[in-house]
């Protein structure tokens, strides 16, 4: 096959070979159904008029990409590669632990010393949502004794990972009302 030529002449050689269409001339498709000769012989025409410029098309776009300059005036431009995005990895990275893990892990810190410090008569409230004060704290053994009721004098057993939060502390002596 002929080189298709470079620069102006390019179009209209594709124009006079009939690979590309005219746009002022119409274009004629025959009959589906009827027999063509073409580029793959004599086949059998079932294709829509669509069809036949896409592969007009794709045909032009690879001799355009096979015509390219003996002196290339820039060398190509290469895919990015990991060091490209490295930054944003890196970025992505300190955002999440700064927005993430570093405030879980404060806000796991403080509760921890808050429940070394719980002691008798704290009010409390569980995971649960139930509210009681503190009744015994038994670190060795991770339980906590709560008293939830003070008419009936109802008390519970839980464990210290269940303590979401102290309310307060209450004394013996004054109750508020």
């Known amino acids: 096959m002929e080189p298709l030529g470079e620069g102006r002449e390019f179009i209209p050689n594709l124009l006079n070979r009939g690979i590309l269409a005219d746009a002022h001339q119409p274009v004629s498709f025959p009959a589906p159904g009827a027999r063509t000769s073409g580029f793959f012989g004599n086949v059998t025409n079932q294709r829509e008029p669509t069809l036949e410029y896409l ?68 009010r409390v ?6 509210y009681g004060v503190v009744m015994n704290v038994q670190p060795d053994a991770d339980e906590v004794t709560l008293k939830i009721d003070e008419t009936t004098n109802t008390k519970i057993r839980v464990t210290m990972g269940s303590i979401a939060r102290i309310v307060g502390s209450e004394s013996t002596g004054e109750k508020s009302s």
């Open 55 to 122: 592969t007009q098309f794709i045909l032009l776009l690879a001799q355009v990409s096979e015509a390219k300059p003996a002196n290339p005036v820039e060398p190509a431009a290469q895919a990015p590669g990991l060091g490209a995005f490295l930054p944003a990895i890196l970025g992505a990275m300190v955002l999440y632990y700064f927005l993430i893990i570093r405030p879980e892990r404060r806000k796991q810190s403080t509760h921890r010393t808050q429940l070394d410090l719980l002691k008798k008569n704290d």
């Open 125 to 130: 409230v569980t995971i649960g949502g139930i």
